[in-house]
């Protein structure tokens, strides 16, 4: 339990951002003239262009950075793949139904959030007062909250305890266990008192029928990996047979959410990115560690959850793969990867975390799984997943369909080894043995090497070589030599492992905006999106300063010339006051004003604003445009450092 | 019928070409190792950088070049949304089934390829050879084909001519109609011969349910446009409330294709990018029009189609908009567009028509509808259409939701018109008809404003003014005047037309491959995909030498400085001989070739050598990699003019 605040450090108001988000069409109920559908959005032009940059960062930091192979696959998927790979089994929610009223809840959200209610009216029983920031905030949220009302209700010390531990590990337990808290704990629908049935599994797939005679059931993929999986083969052969390598993918997948609630946070149809890095099971090493060894991480291991705490670790990704938290280097790269990236962004430091699965929480396929979790008004976000797979995906589709998924490494070393082989006389065998001879056979193949060398040894002491043959009884091996010899092999055959990053690109999105969004000092009413230059949806605004007809030709100018040079602009004409015009965009996280005003028609410059300091520098439009660009592209100089160089410009009154 | 041809005028073999697609990964069918699944294909990753360039290019050329508002729309669509838009009555193709196997056919492509079969078998009969090659692609498109067999049967000239009339408007028949030609052609099942059912709707749409409570049924989008239009009020008012405007959308749509074949072509889920261009019916003219109005496009319009024939007339797009063939400036100035976009990417004009929709064949929603077709080895395929949606859609979702979807445009000059008022004393007509007083009132009111004047006319001259109510009879209207007043209005509300121009990507990415294909004259195996360098999967491919380590730092160095300057390049360091990978380069389209040998070692210098020509020159990193920025980014010399400026450089062999 914690308290949301801004970039600056105040209160967060989630209700103020949620409408200034609705209003600048970051993004908005999907069908919402038709009453919306729940867990659906869409994004309006700054949020499909703010989308579109994370995305666009996101493949110049690991695609292009690091040589992997993109691809794209369908999103329809035939039973028989997500069977295979397990979804149509594992990938469930455990849902509670109120039998009377039909109502159905997805059973740990639910003992959640009684449990939590339940603390709270301990809480107010024994008179202990809360923020009353933190108060209102809640008063917020609870209104998608099943649980409306908190009774000021004193629990037992050992109860409380209970609850506080039950709240830690929420995610650890299965349905069994959840119908269990549930009748334990006397949990019963929030709304009504009714009782509620036990637990059953609720598959998340959007299921479907491909083609014209609903013969070949299908799926939207809950994730874009299968499709890479099924293609390893052929992205093996891509790459001229070398490992380790990485496939990634961007693209839609879908989860049918029980009760999609908190935004954005938790939708039906979202946009994921996924990297699949397929690695030599014996080689978890990666060439590039020693550039990330000593990035600083803030961990939590699943020993400390499990113990019913959540206190971080501050640690070197270099020391915590040494001392065995994190599994291996390949694993630690890419956490230390994906904090550079998220930080990169814009992510506050200060609010993301590592925290390691625990066993039952872990996806069935997941040897190991690490979190990149961002602090929102709604608590740790589960951001990035970073999966070690094993060779888990690779093996069950091997095996359904017999096309090996796998690596063959030509030994630069052959192997070497000595091995007791057993030759029986085969002309001697057939006659004495006739239609037994293969069981024989077969009896000889599988006596071990330890037996081998017992039987060799009988044979130079002199003795019979007596072997038992099932249904002939013991038999005499006559004509046999029983001899040790050098063995060698040159191709070794593996099934890679595969440590897969997973973006939820929605949810650091959303996250993103918490993180940078403040309240000018001077007017708590306007808000700011303090996107970094590269990831700001429009990069400058140009606003001049009338609808004197003067200035259209400048802006024109102004226009081209930032389209040619990739600057994202805006002009904005309105005939609202050029402060409303800035505040406007200060909404739309636009980092630069530009303004055209009489001096520019008299000397050709034009004036720069920035938005976070809103200082102002005055040049001319070439000068300008290779500021911004610099800025865009992240290659920029500080912007004190600019005002510094170009001077403080304050002639004009803006405000 | 057409032979068709690569890039350097040769017959194209489409199987030679299929063949290197998938063995250099641009697509691949999905989930291969299961077998697959018809009309689901897989991107790999030349074919996903070949997908993103031709999005960004379109992006650059439609969204940003006309400050459209890209918006990102659920998939997931509720039924009564796309009950509402006609989808889920008339998203429909005809299907008819054999009763006694079960299989299934499209109705229309049945009859087509039955009587394209038929007429062939008349050629042989009266002993018309084809060209050889034709034949040779017809027999391997056959294997695709229900028709396996052609029987060399002679037809009167009468039923002849009747084949070849129902082909040219193939398109335009409905399901009663194609179950009359079945019945009348005798067309039956061409394995079995068995009769075939008469055909039914088959809806194309994917269905599933969404929620845990089975009571949400959805559909995945058939197009991306149902998204745009429902956030129409919200989009306008981000606009300022200014008209025309623009939003555009890029996404995956789904139809579930009865029988998916020719590859690429008709897919069951594809990338599409969709402009929705929102204007005042009355003022349908487009301010840039004059920019495009000498392009000149090759038509066919309906007209010429429904009298049997296909001749295309070549004319400028203002003279088609002025003659009527094109409706108006802004459907024109799209089409125009469209023609820039699709030769900017790689499109032969020649292989490139605008032909217009007959009315049958017209989505449920359209008005008016051109097709944009690129010619290619399947025939002609429609990759963009580009139709006048009209209000359709913005009007019924008014109408079913009572959310208007509406303009209200402040009027400079007010309308003033006058009108006839039929002043009734209230306090004489509620006593004189009590419960009738309402029937009376809009009696009253129905009058019509001619009817107005004779009744002013008669009370003028001293009649009494009588009016005929329902159920009433005639009745007096004692305590009345008529009187003519001036009226105003300042707003005008309208619903916008959408002209809607809508990209197929698959198709077009498909398509343009078979236009920029050629094979070598000096080696027919080997193929060469001549992408201009701005749509290029990979720009640059660089290759030393030998495996020798001095030249791993120049490597490095080159890689990263193309990196840097936004140049996507790959190393090929493979033991294969230099010759050999740029054949395979020939086959990615990769248009520059850059060696390392060991003159870099001692000088710095490296050899750039094109694509096409084979020609190569020879300069320092940076002035290389300069000239290549300038190639990709679309701004660069001819190559012949580079080859003289820096020489042609021969010293070092290759092949």
């Known amino acids: ?18 409408i200034l988000l609705r209003r600048r069409l970051f993004y908005t109920p999907s069908f919402e003239i038709y009453g919306g559908v729940s867990g659906l959005y869409d994004y309006g032009p700054p949020g499909c262009a703010l989308q579109a940059n994370i995305v666009d960062t996101w493949r110049k930091h690991f695609v292009l950075e690091e040589d992997m192979m993109e691809v794209d696959c369908t999103m329809l998927t035939p039973h028989e793949v997500l069977k295979t790979s397990g979804h ?16 159905i809840f997805r059973a740990d959200h639910l003992v959640e959030e009684v449990l939590e209610a339940r603390l709270k009216g301990d809480k107010q029983a024994r008179g202990i007062k809360e923020e009353e920031d933190k108060e209102d905030e809640d008063d917020k949220k609870k209104k998608k909250k099943k649980v409306k009302e908190i009774k000021a209700i004193k629990l037992d010390d050992a109860v409380r305890l209970e609850y506080e531990e039950t709240l830690a590990k929420i995610d650890n337990y299965d349905g069994k266990e959840l119908g269990e808290l549930i009748v334990k704990h006397n949990i019963t629908n929030p709304a009504t008192g009714g009782a509620l049935e036990p637990p059953v599994s609720f598959n998340l797939m959007f299921s479907t029928s491909i083609g014209p005679s609903a013969n070949l059931p299908g799926y939207l993929r809950p994730e874009t990996a299968q499709g890479q999986f099924l293609t390893f083969s052929k992205l093996l052969e891509f790459n001229n047979a070398k490992m380790p390598f990485a496939s990634a993918s961007i693209g839609k997948s879908f989860r049918n959410e029980i009760s999609p609630k908190s935004g954005l946070l938790r939708v039906r149809e ?22 990330v060894k000593d990035i600083e991480l803030r961990l939590l291991d699943k020993d400390v959850q499990l113990s019913g705490k959540t206190i971080l670790t501050t640690k070197k990704i270099g020391d915590a793969v040494k001392e065995g938290i994190v599994d291996n280097e390949t694993l630690g790269y890419f956490l230390a990867r994906i904090f550079l990236f998220l930080t990169e962004l814009g992510v506050d430091p200060e609010k993301l975390r590592f925290r390691q699965h625990m066993a039952n929480e872990m996806a069935h396929y997941a040897t190991d799984c690490w979190d990149a979790e961002l602090l929102t008004s709604y608590g740790w976000v589960e951001c990035v997943g970073c999966a070690d797979r094993s060779a888990y995906d690779l093996t069950v589709h091997t095996k359904k369909t017999g096309q090996p998924l796998i690596v063959r490494e030509n030994l630069e070393n052959p192997v070497v080894w000595e091995e007791w082989d057993v030759d029986v006389d085969k002309k001697w065998m057939g006659p004495r043995f006739r239609k037994d001879a293969k069981k024989v056979e077969e009896t000889i193949e599988a006596i071990s090497q330890a037996d081998r060398e017992i039987l060799a040894a009988k044979q130079a002491a002199g003795e019979k070589v007596m072997i038992t043959v099932e249904g002939l009884g013991e038999v005499e091996l006559e004509k046999v030599e029983i001899v040790k010899r050098q063995k060698q092999q040159y191709i ?9 990053p997973s973006f939820g690109i929605g949810r650091i999105f959303y996250s993103l905006i918490e993180h940078i969004y403040y309240t000018r000092p001077e007017d708590a009413t306007r808000g700011v999106l303090a996107f970094p230059p590269k990831i700001a949806p429009t990069k400058v605004l140009i606003v001049p300063l009338s609808g004197n007809a003067e200035f259209v030709p400048w802006i024109e100018k102004i226009t081209r010339t930032m389209r040619k040079a990739g600057i994202a602009n805006r002009v904005d004409d309105s005939s609202a006051s050029i402060g409303k015009r800035y505040a406007r965009n200060d909404e739309l996280g636009t980092p630069f004003g530009v303004t055209v005003d009489f001096q520019t028609v008299k000397d050709g410059t034009i004036t720069l604003r920035e938005r976070d300091g809103m200082k102002q520098i005055r040049a001319s439009i070439e000068d300008i445009v290779a500021v911004v660009k610099a800025q865009v592209e992240g290659n920029g100089e500080p912007w004190e450092k600019i005002v510094e160089k170009f001077g403080e410009f304050t002639g004009q009154d803006l405000e």
Chains 1, 2 share one sequence.
């Open 1 to 18: 339990i914690h308290m949301a605040t801004t970039k600056t450090g105040q209160p967060l108001d989630r209700g103020t951002l949620d």
């Open 88 to 103: 149509v089994d594992k990938f469930a929610d455990w849902m509670c139904k109120d039998s009377k009223t039909g109502e």
């Open 270 to 291: 979202f946009l994921m990115a996924e990297i699949e890095h397929f690695v030599d099971p014996q080689k978890k090493s990666h060439p590039r560690f020693a550039e």
């Open 492 to 500: 070794r055959e593996y099934t890679p492992n595969v440590i897969e």
